[in-house]
């Protein structure tokens, strides 16, 4: 299977994602001379990769945790055990050489792109719980969010030459493509995303609900949740915060279908 072909920016050179023997890496493939090489090549997950404009490096994303090492990734590996459940965003000369882990935090971050300029590496990180998009300062080091959604985004794209970013965003119902000109101008006015309640759960190690399985076990969690939890900050219905609880006033009618017409 190949997917994920990102052109270079300089020159007649592809990159891809390939699987092959159940191993997904990232290959380079030139037009002028015909060669194929490998850049990564080892039993972790390796997508979605970036070009950095100047085509000398590829940011992608990868479950590989701290394992960028060559000589470590040439022993056999233990994966029984391994905790491939979240991703990162890396960083890669295409030579397959100098791989940098960007990020670390213990939630998924995806879609890498860099900015035209190539002064910033943009990627969505739901360290929050909310996909929200993130960005890297090279020369700083600096990890900073650029949005505070509380309904979460995703696919980023960066428009070549310009300054001008598309997103994908869940908005009235739907998701809809957005875009945003000139992104870095308004990022010290954005307020940084909090965790939500359910990441800030599983960080104290408390136990989330399962779904129940009769419905004994749904009223024990039920009368959990109500005892442990504070709605007061939630959002309800007009009817329901003027104490008014009841079923809807609305008329019933049966109605009986000719089945002839469907």
Not at 40 to 51: A, G, I, K, N
Not at 71 to 96: A, C, S, W
Not at 206 to 235: A, H, K, L, M, N
Request: net charge negative.
């Amino acid at each position: 299977f190949l997917f994920s072909p990102a052109w270079s920016p300089t020159n007649n050179e592809i990159a891809f994602v390939g699987i092959k023997n159940s191993e997904s890496d990232i290959y380079l493939y030139n037009l002028d001379t015909k060669k194929l090489t490998h850049v990564t090549d080892d039993v972790f997950s390796d997508l979605e990769p970036t070009w950095s404009p100047d085509g000398n490096d590829l940011a992608f994303v990868s479950d590989r945790k701290e394992n960028v090492e060559p000589k470590e990734l040439r022993k056999p590996i233990q994966m029984v055990g391994f905790d491939y459940r979240t991703t990162d965003i890396y960083l890669i000369h295409k030579n397959g050489f100098g791989m940098q882990r960007l990020t670390t935090s213990p939630q998924n971050e995806t879609s890498p792109q860099w900015s035209a300029d190539g002064k910033y590496l943009l990627y969505v990180s739901d360290e929050s719980g909310i996909a929200n998009i993130y960005y890297w300062n090279p020369k700083t080091n600096e990890k900073k969010a650029l949005t505070n959604l509380l309904t979460g985004c995703a696919q980023l794209s960066w428009g070549r030459n310009s300054d001008r970013l598309a997103f994908t965003a869940f908005s009235n119902g739907g998701y809809n493509i957005f875009f945003w000109a000139n992104p870095f101008a308004s990022q010290n006015k954005i307020e940084q995303p909090v965790k939500t309640a359910f990441m800030k759960e599983l960080d104290a190690g408390r136990r989330i609900p399962e779904i129940p399985q009769t419905s004994s076990e749904g009223e024990i969690i039920t009368r959990q949740v109500q005892q442990e939890r504070d709605f007061s900050d939630y959002v309800f219905g007009n009817d329901f915060r003027r104490g008014i609880i009841g079923r809807s006033k609305a008329d019933s009618q049966r109605v009986k279908l000719p089945l002839a017409d469907y």
